[in-house]
């Protein structure tokens, strides 16, 4: 099992979430985030909950799925197919091992759950 997480574009969210419908998952989680990436932001400074940054955080969407190993390559091609504009600030993907998950209601547990 794997998670893979990425960091979009907002403005992806509508696409990206049919996409998921159709690859059928098990589930996902979207998070609200703001960070930076390898441009700082490109600006001077801004506030965030009352701190100034000299670097510019920018608002993204975190999108977590825990998936069978067989799915990864596919889920991957999908994401890059929603979310690229081929701009900075595309976005990144990272993959995470997963050692186990528990459906919590039947005690299940492996490929089964997710
Ligand atoms: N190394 C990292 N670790 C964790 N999160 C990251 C990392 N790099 C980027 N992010 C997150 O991904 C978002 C988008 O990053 P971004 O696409 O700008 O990366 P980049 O390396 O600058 O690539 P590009 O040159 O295409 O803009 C950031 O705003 C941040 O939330
Ligand atoms: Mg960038």
Avoid: W
């Amino acid at each position: 099992m794997k998670k893979i997480e990425c960091m979009v574009r907002p403005a992806c969210l509508e696409q990206l979430v049919i996409t998921m419908e159709k690859l059928d998952l098990g589930g996902m989680n979207i998070t609200q985030v703001v960070g930076y990436g390898s441009q700082k932001g490109a600006g001077d400074t801004s506030i965030y909950r009352g701190v100034e940054y000299t670097v510019k955080l920018k608002e993204k969407l975190k999108v977590e799925t825990v998936v069978p190993d067989s799915m990864v390559e596919t889920v991957i091609e999908q994401i890059l197919k929603a979310t690229r504009t081929d701009s900075v600030g595309d976005g990144k993907i990272f993959i995470y091992n997963i050692e186990e998950a528990i459906r919590i209601r039947t005690g299940e547990r492996g490929d089964a759950v997710i």
